[in-house]
């Protein structure tokens, strides 16, 4: 169509659904977006060819549960109702990676792929999921190397974005480690607002 017509040395891709976050696939031109409305899903952008196609399967017999990594997970995400974003990507072998976002249909969670880089384009399934205490919603989520999770929670229960505007604490991050069945909360990371989140390339932070 003509609004995706290229304009002022700018080129646009039309059609994608709220992509809210995107992470670059290292070494290649893919990027992957996700989509913040219930079953947008995840979208793999080819930067060279300004084009994008659906990444998360609709066919929920494409997943493929990792029950020694999580095992506390009920189940594959319905990608019908899947509200992804918060992305983070994770190498874990050769030309693989792991998937992380944060997700709010169906369900509170961290949901997981694995993206497989090695074809022609990078393809995903879905892996498995954490799944957040209840009445708390994940904002971010960051992976360190040994496959602990923490995720930001904007707002806790009881707080509202007149707290936020008026700087008062709203937030916490919350941290999940392989073997755990549950999210716990780590002190002192109580914010107004707590939005992103990054480990640090040592691992350390």
Not at 63 to 81: M, V
Request: proline residues 5%; contains cysteine; hydrophobic residues 40%.
């Amino acid at each position: 169509s003509t609004a995706c017509a290229p304009s002022g040395g700018l080129n646009f891709i039309c059609g994608l659904q709220a992509a809210e976050d995107l992470v670059l696939v290292p070494n290649t031109r893919w990027l992957i977006a996700s989509g913040m409305m219930a079953g947008s899903g995840l979208h793999l952008i080819d930067t060279q060819a300004k084009a994008a196609r659906n990444l998360f399967s609709s066919d929920v017999s494409s997943a493929r549960a990792d029950k020694k990594r999580f095992g506390g997970c009920p189940g594959p995400l319905d990608p019908k109702l899947a509200v992804l974003h918060g992305l983070s990507l994770r190498p874990a072998e050769a030309g693989r990676y792991t998937l992380y976002a944060t997700n709010h249909g169906g369900r509170e969670s961290v949901e997981v792929f694995e993206v497989d880089a090695h074809r022609a384009a990078p393809s995903a399934v879905w892996i498995g999921c954490v799944v957040l205490p209840d009445k708390l919603a994940a904002n971010s989520v960051a992976v360190f190397g040994d496959g602990a999770v923490v995720v930001t929670v904007l707002m806790l229960p009881g707080k509202t974005f007149d707290d936020l505007m008026s700087g008062r604490n709203t937030g916490i991050v919350l941290m999940w480690t392989p073997g755990s069945k549950d999210f716990r909360r780590l002190p002192g990371t109580e914010l107004s607002g707590n939005n992103g989140v990054e480990t640090s390339a040592d691992g350390r932070e």
